[in-house]
């Protein structure tokens, strides 16, 4: 039988994935330059990287936001294809699923900071964002030839 030695609850739990750990500021920036799909997947694999404590509760408000932004898209392209909504106006439609983007990757960060910070504290290494964040920006292009409906989930 294997002994375990003391360990405190919200220490980070060592992981294969903790050479891809980075600052949680990085897949923030992520929604901005590679689109929701691009920062909430990195948040993702981020949380199993820093073996974040709250991982549950950031993998719920992933799977939240991803369902009330695809909720809001399909409600939004409903009421545009029944003409209650006038095309030119469709932009500023939208808005409220950007503001739903932002909050949940912000939550997000707010979340998995104190995990980092842990993580960081017990000899952990973050790497740089900045490879993510150019192949996001490069491949965020391909998003708009995706559905309308895809494009605006994902984006």
Request: hydrophobic share 50%; aromatic share 12%; glycine share 10%.
């Amino acid at each position: 039988m294997r002994r375990e030695g003391y360990r405190i609850a919200d220490e980070p739990a060592a992981s294969p994935l903790s050479k891809f750990a980075v600052s949680p500021l990085w897949p923030m920036l992520g929604v901005m330059f590679g689109g929701a799909g691009l920062s909430w997947s990195w948040f993702a694999l981020n949380s199993f990287a820093i073996g974040s404590a709250t991982r549950k509760r950031e993998l719920g408000l992933v799977v939240f936001g991803l369902a009330l932004t695809s909720g809001l898209v399909l409600l939004l392209l409903s009421a545009e294809d029944r003409g209650l909504m006038s095309p030119d106006r469709f932009a500023y439609a939208v808005l409220p699923v950007i503001a739903v983007k932002l909050t949940v990757c912000y939550r997000l960060q707010l979340m998995q900071m104190r995990s980092h910070q842990l993580y960081r504290y017990f000899g952990g290494i973050s790497r740089s964002g900045v490879v993510g964040l150019v192949l996001g920006y490069l491949l965020r292009k391909s998003l708009f030839e995706l559905p309308l409906a895809w494009a605006l989930i994902l984006s």
